[in-house]
């Protein structure tokens, strides 16, 4: 799945920065031309020529320079590399326990070694069978059995050499299961006399010298060099059944939450993984006792490769960009162009430390843009294209371009749903005026691009704010939100980890006031892995609106150990921070909201001051209303305040509109759906916290869309952020 190349690309090593703070820039010239670099401000995302449009500062008086361009590669796939250890000319047997997911004719390498003077030896196999394949100094020898390894079934694989004799074997096993036979197949050539390769270097799931083709797709455990040609007649014995024999080999049930594969026997070493091959999973002593693998870590001593996986893209750094100091707060990029194309790498601006600050700061949920992160939806259709073309849109869609790799939306090639990503490769959907569908009403964005309204909005009404991101408030707690009176989410800050929300808690608590301006929120948990900020791992345990579930006994999270899924199935439901939480999806469409009776109370009237009339927000360039696609709920019993008031609810919401799958207990639930189930709402939510703050929820994904009214910022939804924000920027209103 390698795909074809953007004429001009790249990425940053990080997503945000303070002035004076240095940014690695890392860039991909399809030709290898010259290019030009230069600083922007992104103050609108939005290409609907109905809308603000695509708007930026040119900034290049700032920052301009051009740049020597290269050729960075691409290199799919997870593997694992060791050093070799040193044999001597006698009879060995390479090993390891497989479970493919995905047999085909492409050849997949399960092991490779490669001796340090030459020679070498693989084992591999494709539909035609197992291949043990030897190189030396007197030649090339190929032994293959008559039929392929069992898919989705675990089963022992093995290369032997015994340069004595002259002879390269190879062969696989499968004992029975509860409705299979037993399986097994065995071939036997001569050869010219060679020894066994030596030192060197170790590769499982793919070979350096095969240049990121033939990887491998499915599970390996317990890989090991063994002195000896053993029958393997109990297949799946254990490194310790294997001790008097055993010369190398690598336990995966050991280091879990590390990138590094932990050497057993006398000669092995320390090795490592690269492109974030997927552990904490199932392996062939798991029996379903236990779920958890740091409780039973032998149960999970299988390491999951997928031949599509990317993790670091690792190219090389063209420049190193410092951060001008004196530069506000705010959403940057680099304009990359050359003479084939131009593209734009998008970053964050942080306050200086000692400040100045402002009162008002946005929560950039950069968690969520990666989890989205070249999310291919097989959309780019005639419709699609046309609607890029005329609008001047961001032209390159994941759909073309697999190269960079997916989102977590989407599946392995083997059908495996993706619960690992990087932000180390190029993002194509994290880019002004990337279109996510073609919107009859609006303009058809997601995530980055969408969550300009805010920032357009913002500088329209002439409001000073700082952004923060996920990462940001990762790293520094709560404290990096303590000059600040008022927080601002995006539209949908759909995942976080436990210290992201430990800090929303803990600056809520603290007297501080929130506008979650969005739905679906803190809904899926994620993990991260401080040693490796770059990635976020996903297990969709369970229940949620998903495109795939996780596996059985596969829940929990290979970098932190945690149990995996919804916040809500980990006893911290959305409602307890914001008062509301996810409730009900639909298409890309909106109704409106419609104020309800408790709105007129003093207590909260001043919300709609300057607001007429009792609906409002039946416009907007997300979906065409600000009550859209997915819409959260207050809900007393998942832990919404008592004293929380729903200020408006959603009305005139099209067909097609459902309750979440998490709400569904019964058949009878299932099938109501439509605006008459009482599950299917979006509602407008504020209370005050007993330290003096306030919270507001919009409760829509569409709701910032509905800003832009009639060619400005302007109209009742405008009117109402603006009575937030005004009011809530100062500490205790």
Known sequence: MQGSELPITGYLDRLSGRPGEPIQVKVSVRDSSAYEAKLERLICGDPNPAGPGLRFEDLSTVFRSTVRGRQQAVTLGSTARAPGPELEPAPHTWTAIVFPTRVCQDEQIVLTHIGERGGQIGLSFNSDGVCARLSGERGTWEARTQSPPLAQRWQRIWAALDSERGELSVGFTAPPSLYEPAHADREKISILACPPPSGGRIWLAGSAAEEGRGQFTGKIEGPAILQGLPDFAEPFVTFEDLAGQLVAGWDFSIGIDTPYISPVGPRAQAGELFNLPMRGVTGVYWDGSEHCWRHAPKSYGAIKFHEDDLGDARWETDFTFEIPKGLHSGAYGLRLSCAAGEDWIPFYVLPERQGPKARVVFLAPTYTYQAYGNHARDNTDAAYKDRVKNWGAYPYNPDQYPLYGRSTYNRHLDTEGISLVSRLRPLLTMRPGFLTFVDPRGSGLRHFPADSHLLAWLES??????????????????????????????????????????????????????????????????????ARPWAIELRR???????????????????????????????????????????????????????????????????????????????????GGAAGFELDRLDHQLGSPRDAVVVARSDGLPPGFFPVPEDLCAVGTALEGGSSDPLVRADMTLFKTPQGGTVFSASAISFCGSLWKDGAFDGPVSRLLENVVRRLSRRNP
């Open 541 to 623: 345990a369970e229940s949620g609106v998903r495109r795939w579930g996780s596996q059985t006994g596969e829940y929990y999270n290979s970098l932190d150990g945690q149990l995996g899924g919804l916040w809500r199935r980990n006893g911290r439901a959305p409602q307890q921070l914001v008062g509301v939480g996810f409730s009900s999806q639909g298409p890309y469409d909106a109704g409106y909201f419609r104020r309800t009776p408790e709105s007129w109370d003093p207590q909260v009237q001043w919300l709609f001051d300057g607001v007429e009339g009792e609906a409002f927000g039946d416009y907007g360039l997300i979906a």
């Open 461 to 530: 009404k002439a409001i000073d704010f700082d952004v923060v991101t996920d990462e940001d408030l990762e790293e520094e707690g709560v404290e990096i939100l303590a000059s600040y009176n008022l927080l601002l989410t995006g539209s949908h800050p759909e995942y976080h980890t436990s210290r992201t929300l430990d800090a929303l808690q803990a600056f809520v608590r603290g007297g501080g006031n929130m506008a979650y301006l969005g739905a679906n929120g803190f809904y899926w948990r994620i993990a991260r892995d401080p």
